[in-house]
T-cell receptor, first 115, second 113 residues
């Protein structure tokens, strides 16, 4: 079974609008972490935001927020006020357990922001 | 501050040739180190990870090997490249247990012809 599922291969949004990128995960470990990374066309992976399974509040980092719904096992990324520079691939990832940080990645969502 | 370097940035190699990709980290000590491969249009697949000098764990059986000769150096190698080894190779580092995010290098784009 897929550990991380990103069902949206591509998303379009207009500049200044908000967009939600979906991510669902599958784990039986009560302790886990969820990550979102951005990959622009240059290829490097840029860390955006982290949510721990025991965190009481949804994580936020500037224009990025994570809509964490534990019972539904979803960790959607919300980008507010989209900018042209947000056009990129976005990957959701999960680390199981509290120990060594092995990440499992989803297949990604390509976001295109139009003027 | 910490930085991670990878070289070369791009590489075109014939089938059957050897491979050596290098990754170095600056500004930290005893990092956990990782090699990932990303096939075109796909997510990242963890290939190897290392928690210390000489300690290598392999995630998937393959034509590649990894070594960590120094604390902040991680090398990905192959004796004979296959066409299927083509892809984008990313090195990453993370601080020890209790820290969360992994930080990635700029990557090496490998084309095997």
């Amino acid at each position: 079974a897929q550990k991380i599922t990103q069902t949206q291969p591509g998303m379009f949004v207009q500049e200044k609008e908000a967009v939600t990128l979906d991510c669902t995960y599958d784990t039986s470990d009560p302790s886990y972490g969820l990550f979102w990374y951005k990959q622009p066309s240059s290829g490097e992976m840029i860390f955006l935001i982290y949510q721990g399974s025991y965190d009481q509040q949804n994580a936020t980092e500037g224009r990025y927020s994570l809509n964490f719904q534990k019972a539904r096992k979803s960790a959607n990324l919300v980008i507010s006020a989209s900018q042209l520079g947000d056009s990129a691939m976005y990957f959701c990832a999960m680390r199981e357990g509290r120990g060594f940080q092995k990440l499992v990645f989803g297949t990604g969502t390509r976001l295109l922001v139009s003027p | 501050s910490q930085t991670i370097h990878q070289w070369p940035a791009t590489l075109v190699q014939p089938v059957g040739s050897p491979l050596s990709l290098e990754c170095t980290v600056e500004g930290t000590s005893n990092p956990n180190l990782y090699w990932y491969r990303q096939a075109a249009g796909r997510g990242l697949q963890l290939l190897f990870y290392s928690v210390g000098i000489g300690q290598i764990s392999s995630e998937v059986p393959q034509n590649l090997s990894a070594s960590r000769p120094q604390d902040r150096q991680f090398i990905l190698s192959s004796k004979k490249l296959l066409l299927s080894d083509s892809g984008f190779y990313l090195c990453a580092w993370a601080q020890g247990i209790g820290h969360n995010e992994q930080f990635f290098g700029p990557g090496t784009r490998l084309t095997v012809l």
